[in-house]
């Protein structure tokens, strides 16, 4: 029987355990509170800020949202993110990627003072995830690092391979899984014969953003599959970068899409506001 790691209730429990920390916050006069800022109208970026909105009223964290139009210049958004480092209401602030092409996404992730930076992408958070320092850790590796642990994967020892290497979720997911010492291989579009390499992993993890790409035959029978690919396929239905309906029979344990990595990224971003908000109260 393969086992299906649900996102979407291991998100919930983690939610409900987040509450009642928020609830205590709350009664010594701290609410925690996210900026979010999105230029333009990206698909991908519209469903995870509507989905953070849901999660972050439902906990009582106070989440705001500057949609500036895909018209806005480097300055402007620089501007942005200057008067929400100064904010003291403002635990964190996530600037949505992609970014129009007049802005350069490097100097604005840059701007983000490091220890607001809710999704951990300013290299000094890199740095620290690297040298196995605490920081703030990027939501998506993040969540999936929870996932596993809350199905009692154990991850030491174990052959990893991940396919991408975006900042987003290739590198700092290869960095957590080290320091949680798994023997890690990053994969990509140059890479060799892939599918045999992925066909070696014990903890297969495909972020590369093409619609059911990975084959039956790329995957170990008995694998664990995380899937974070977020595509249309051709009849326009969201699906992963892995070929769900062949794939699941062969894997010991696999994400669903959706349901699977989405929900434990936002639960992920509100586990570590909220982090921040009691550092904001105790220093
Ligand atoms: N600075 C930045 N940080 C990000 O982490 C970031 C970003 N920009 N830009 C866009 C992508 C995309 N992303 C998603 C996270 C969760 C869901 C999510 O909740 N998915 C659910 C719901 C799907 C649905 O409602 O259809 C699921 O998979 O079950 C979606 C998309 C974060 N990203």
Redesign the pocket.
């Known amino acids: 029987m393969t086992t299906i790691l649900d996102?979407?209730k291991t998100a919930d429990a983690l939610m409900a355990d987040l509450k009642t920390q928020v609830d205590a916050l709350a009664g010594q006069g701290v609410v925690p509170g996210l900026a979010v800022v999105l230029v333009g109208d990206?698909p991908?970026?519209a469903?995870?800020v509507r989905?953070k909105e849901k999660r972050a009223q439902s906990l009582g964290i106070n989440s705001v949202i500057y949609h500036l139009p895909f018209s806005t210049s480097e300055q402007e958004l620089l501007d942005q993110v200057n008067a929400l480092n100064l904010d003291p209401s403002i635990d964190g602030i996530?600037?949505?990627?992609?970014l129009p092409d007049q802005i350069n996404a490097q100097a604005v992730i840059q701007a983000i003072d490091p220890d607001k930076d809710v999704?951990g992408?300013h290299p000094m958070n890199m740095g620290r995830l690297w040298t196995n320092l605490p920081g703030i850790v990027?939501?998506?590796p993040y969540g999936i690092m929870q996932l596993l642990a809350a199905y009692g994967i154990d991850v030491a020892g174990k052959s990893v391979v991940i396919v991408g290497r975006s900042n987003?979720v290739g590198r700092p997911l290869a960095g957590l899984m080290l320091n949680a010492n798994a023997t890690v291989t990053i994969a990509h579009s140059q890479t060799q014969d892939l599918f045999a390499l992925t066909k070696t992993a014990d903890i297969l993890v495909v972020a590369i953003g093409q619609a059911e790409f990975i084959p039956a035959a790329a995957v170990k029978p008995g694998a664990v599959v995380i899937d974070v690919g977020?595509d249309r396929n051709a009849e326009n239905k969201?699906v992963g970068d892995v070929d769900f309906a062949n794939v699941e029979p062969i894997a010991s344990a696999i994400t669903p899409?959706?349901?699977?990595?989405?929900?434990m990224?936002?639960a992920s971003?509100m586990i570590q506001t909220v982090n921040l908000a009691k550092k904001r109260l105790n220093g």
């Open positions: 996102g979407k990206d991908a970026s469903i995870y989905n996530l600037v949505q990627l992609p999704d992408f990027a939501s998506t987003i977020m969201l899409v959706p349901g699977g990595v989405g929900p990224t936002i971003l």
